[in-house]
Nanobody, 125 residues
Framework: QVQLVESGGGLVQAGGSLRLSCVDS????????MGWFSQAPGQEREFVAA????????YYSDSVKGRFTCSRDSAKNTVYLQMNSLKPEDTAVYYC??????????????????WGQGTQVTVSS
C-alpha cells in the first residue's frame, strides 16, 4: 500500500525557489517509480517530472527542464521536486504520483496507481 502526502507548497515571487516533498507512509516506496504532476485552474493535470524506481533516472516536461530537479531518498521514503527560477505560469496544484515505472507517467494519458492530495504553488509576478 502506498500513501502519499505532499508538503512544501506556498507563495513565492517570480524567480524564487520552492522544494516540494512527498512522503510515502506505506511500505512500498521502493517498488514504485515516482513523479510529479501539476494542475492549473481550468486545466488538465499534466506531467512535470518523474524518477525511476532503480537508478534514479529522471524525466522532465519541456516547460520545466533546466529549472526543476526531481530526486528520491529511499531511506526516507520521500521524493522531492526542487523548483528554481519559478514563473507565474508555474502556478498550480502539484500532485505526487506513484506508478510501477516512469513510462505510464509520461504517456499521453498517464496511468497512475496512487496520487497524493496535492499542494498549492503560487508564483506572483
Amino acid at each position: 500500500q502506498v500513501q502519499l502526502v505532499e508538503s512544501g507548497g506556498g507563495l513565492v515571487q517570480a524567480g524564487g525557489s520552492l522544494r516540494l516533498s512527498c512522503v510515502d507512509s506505506g511500505r512500498s516506496f521502493s517498488s514504485y517509480a515516482m513523479g510529479w504532476f501539476s494542475q492549473a485552474p481550468g486545466q488538465e493535470r499534466e506531467f512535470v517530472a518523474a524518477i525511476s524506481r532503480i537508478g534514479g533516472i529522471t524525466y522532465y516536461s519541456d516547460s520545466v527542464k533546466g529549472r526543476f530537479t526531481c530526486s528520491r531518498d529511499s531511506a526516507k521514503n520521500t521524493v522531492y521536486l526542487q523548483m528554481n527560477s519559478l514563473k507565474p505560469e508555474d502556478t498550480a496544484v502539484y500532485y505526487c504520483a506513484a506508478a510501477p515505472s516512469t513510462h505510464p507517467m509520461r504517456a499521453p494519458v498517464p496511468v497512475i496507481d496512487y496520487w497524493g492530495q496535492g499542494t498549492q504553488v503560487t508564483v506572483s509576478s
